[in-house]
């Protein structure tokens, strides 16, 4: 599998930049996880829409699923011109809100995710996982043959996740904070990610959900002394393979 990070802002994109967003893609399949602000636009430098097969939201959180909107008109708008012609399926967590506002009249359906969910995508296997987060949100886990690549989502290091992670090919974890904040939970900071790779013993990482202030190069400094070998800022255009790590 190929995985393409396509955003990797947390909360929201600066200038020229998208939120959450990631392509995963094998043997002409094209898989996208989550579509948060920025990424419909930076999405489209890599595949058409009318190229993807599916999409996977995490949660209803803006910077993973706001740009599901323009979706829909993309949809729409390619559907009358004829240059669409498959229904396209939107996966999402249920949710009285926002879980009926992923259909899209004739040419969007919804399917419903929870922990529990595993499904199938040609010959890609998708499991998911209850993150430990401020609201209901799922951890992906996409498996080729051997290959597996996990991303937390929004998350605290829970020793579910650990187990989930355990061994993946490539952990894609987020890192919302520097430092572990009072009064904020549902993310992980700098520490936090350190017990999960510590704990699960990835082959490969990247470092996503970075935060828009700062220096984000201090989160992977701080990585260092784990002297794993494989670490890398989940940096926009960062394309990864199970057999080797490329900058575009
Ligand atoms: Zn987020
Ligand atoms: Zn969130």
Do not use: W
Not at 76 to 93: A, E, H, N, R, V
Not at 153 to 168: A, K, M
Not at 193 to 207: A, D, G, H, T, Y
């Amino acid at each position: 599998m190929t995985f393409t990070v396509i955003g990797s802002r947390s909360a929201y994109p600066l200038a020229g930049e998208a939120t959450s967003c990631y392509l995963i893609q094998e043997e002409g399949v094209n898989i996208v996880v989550d579509l948060g602000a920025g990424s419909l636009s930076k999405l489209q430098e890599y595949i058409d829409i009318e190229e993807l097969d599916a999409l996977i939201i995490t949660h209803y959180h803006p910077d993973h699923f706001s740009d599901v909107y323009c979706l829909q008109h993309a949809v729409l708008i390619k559907s009358q011109l004829g240059i669409m012609d498959k229904k396209l399926t939107i996966y999402g967590p249920d949710d009285p809100i926002y879980y009926p506002q992923l259909t899209y009249k004739d040419y969007i359906q919804s399917k419903k995710l929870d922990g529990s969910s595993i499904i199938h995508i040609k010959d890609i296997t998708i499991a998911f996982m209850e993150t430990q987060h401020s609201i209901y949100g799922l951890a992906v886990k996409l498996i080729k043959g051997k290959e597996t690549i996990v991303y937390t989502s929004d998350s605290e290091v829970t020793q579910s996740l650990i187990d989930f992670s355990h061994g993946c090919d490539l952990l894609v974890c987020e890192c919302s904070l520097y430092k572990p904040k009072k009064g904020i939970t549902g993310h992980m900071a700098i520490v936090d990610v350190k017990k999960l790779i510590l704990e699960s013993n990835p082959k490969r990482v990247l470092i996503t959900h970075l935060p828009p202030y700062g220096d984000n190069q201090d989160i992977l400094d701080g990585m260092l002394d784990l002297g794993h070998p494989a670490i890398d800022l989940a940096h926009p255009d960062v394309v990864v393979s199970t057999q080797m790590v490329m900058r575009r």
